[in-house]
């Protein structure tokens, strides 16, 4: 898969003690693209996700395909949600529209 990427990071790629809800992952991939990381959106399922994202300054929309439902994202404060990772593509076509 790597040549369908413009970067990759995986879980192990890195020690532990730099796993989520730590934001050097999400702070690495940003430097590596050459971007900010506010122009980076983490996509995420749980809020070790979301956690991840506001440490490292970058935007964030929940997935309802994980244990977190749509009741429980609320709780968060999250405002953007997907069902799955197969609406992303819907989800980034209107995001500007929305702001």
């Not at 890195?14 to 971007?35: D, H, I, Q, T, Y």
């Not at 996700?49 to 968060?76: I, M, N, P, Q």
Request: aromatic share 8%; net charge negative; glycine share 10%.
């Amino acid at each position: 898969i790597e040549n369908r990427f413009d970067a990759i990071i995986a879980r192990d790629d890195f020690p532990e003690s730099e796993a989520k809800p730590n934001a050097k992952a999400l702070l690495r991939m940003a430097e590596s693209l050459g971007v900010e990381p506010q122009e980076c959106l983490l996509v995420g399922d749980h809020v070790i996700d979301l956690d991840c994202s506001l440490a490292s300054g970058g935007g964030f929309v929940g997935v309802l395909t994980g244990s977190y439902s749509r009741e429980r994202w609320k709780g968060t404060g999250v405002k953007d949600l997907i069902d799955s990772v197969a609406s992303l593509p819907c989800y980034l076509e209107t995001k500007d529209e929305r702001y």
